[in-house]
């Protein structure tokens, strides 16, 4: 069983920023894509960013420009700048597993941007 571990979120302020880091309990290199994604209240999970085969990069529009995702050989990041009240969500670790195409989801890390 794969298990992904979120960090780094909190209380962030406008223009500001935060990272968040995912930590997998399997190597990386495991996974065909990894992403991360986010639910504010009252509202449907979203995806943010995701990399998949490690050079295909997204993000959703709301976040070009100011988010960046990367890895290394044992973690996923989300590295947040300018950030905006609209931000405020928990943020989820996901990564589709590439033999088994089993779906991982970290249990998620809470951002709060204050204005």
């Known amino acids: 069983q794969v298990q992904l571990v979120e960090s780094g979120g909190g209380l962030g302020q406008a223009g500001g920023s935060l990272r968040l880091a995912c930590t997998f309990s399997?190597?990386?290199?495991?996974?065909?894509?990894m992403a991360w994604y986010r639910q504010a209240p009252g509202k449907q999970r979203e995806l943010v960013a995701s990399?998949?085969?490690?050079?295909s990069i997204n993000y959703v529009d709301s976040v070009k420009g100011r988010f960046t995702i990367s890895r290394d050989n044992a973690k996923l990041y989300l590295q947040m700048n300018s950030l905006k009240p609209e931000d405020t969500a928990v943020y989820y670790c996901?990564?589709?597993?590439?033999?088994?195409?089993?779906?991982?989801w970290g249990q998620g890390t809470q951002v709060t941007v204050s204005a």
């Open positions: 996901n990564a589709l597993e590439r033999i088994t195409l089993i779906n991982y």
């Open positions: 399997r190597s990386i290199f495991w996974f065909e894509t």
């Open positions: 990399l998949t085969k490690g050079v």
